[in-house]
């Protein structure tokens, strides 16, 4: 049997569409499952090795699914179906992927980094993204909320990088060896190389490895940074030593001096002082 997995609120309430797009490829039997309204800890109990799991969605749809799945053990193969709006781990899994064809992602799930935010601890697929990305995805809820359709994450950041965005102080620690910076514009925690919609933030990470990337964009002021910016769609960034450093490690705590909203796969936490997330 192919289970073909939805969330029904994913990608504006549109979840179901994605979900459809796919079924127009399916000719053998198949089951409709809406993760929504699923124990995937126990759903997945009834599973045999000859079936096969479809997941459809994006990244936020793959977050949940990963978090209500880790630890549990699967006897068939996941694919996932790149219907979401960000596919930021369809990008770095497979480069110039094919959205109309499932990827294999069992491999990829079975072990990942967590991050700890506020006492809760929750594992995550691509990056945790704390500065003027998290500022990002809280604005555009905002604007979600307030009715907006389409919103062009990469103009938002420039437009909070010219005039909103108040650069805190951070205190960042790798692997036990801290650094503080004056002003940090993107203080990020990466298990794979892609965030934000296309940002190759971490162009060496390896999301099978057992390390994680911190990238830092630093102690510049909004013209600079915004010239320096661009480059981090395609990786360059991380030749402009005088703006942003990277460091590796298994463990890296950033503390900002006062609250700000972070991203986690996309999804926004508010009012967070601190992260620490391990591989």
């Known amino acids: 049997m192919q289970y073909i997995l939805f969330n029904q609120k994913a990608n504006n309430g549109k979840g179901k569409e994605n979900a459809d797009k796919y ?4 000719k053998c039997e198949y ?6 309204e699923t124990d995937i800890k126990e759903w997945v109990k009834s599973l045999k090795e000859e079936d096969l ?13 990963a978090n209500d799945l880790y630890g549990t053990e699967v006897p068939c193969d996941i694919l996932l179906f790149g219907a979401g709006t960000g596919n930021d781990f369809l990008r770095d899994i497979k480069e110039n992927y094919d959205q109309s064809n499932p990827v294999s992602i069992k491999k990829f799930i079975e072990k990942l980094p967590t991050v700890k935010i506020k006492d809760k601890e929750v594992k995550f697929l691509n990056g945790i993204g704390f500065g003027i990305d998290g500022m990002c995805c809280e604005v555009a809820d905002a604007m979600k909320a307030n009715g907006a359709k389409e ?13 909103k965005y108040k650069c805190p102080k951070s205190t ?3 692997d ?8 940090t514009w993107i203080a990020s925690a990466m298990n794979g190389r892609y965030y934000g919609g296309g940002m190759k933030a971490a162009p060496d990470q390896d999301r099978l490895g057992d390390t994680l990337t911190n990238v830092v964009f630093h102690d510049k002021g909004r013209i600079a940074t915004l010239m320096a910016f661009p480059s ?3 990786g360059e960034h991380v030749n402009k030593k005088k703006i942003v450093e990277v460091r590796t490690g298994k463990e890296i705590t950033v503390k900002f001096d006062r609250p700000m909203a972070l991203q986690i796969d996309g999804e926004t936490v508010t009012g967070v002082t601190e992260y620490t997330a391990w591989k």
């Open 23 to 26: 079924l127009e490829t399916v």
């Open 31 to 36: 089951e409709l499952v809406n993760v929504c």
């Open 53 to 65: 799991v479809v997941l459809c969605g994006g990244d936020g749809t793959l977050n949940r699914f």
């Open 151 to 163: 919103i062009n994450y990469t103009t938002l950041s420039i437009k909070l990088m010219l005039f």
């Open 172 to 174: 960042i620690i790798v």
């Open 176 to 183: 036990g060896v801290a650094k503080e910076y004056n002003k």
């Open 232 to 234: 981090i769609f395609k």
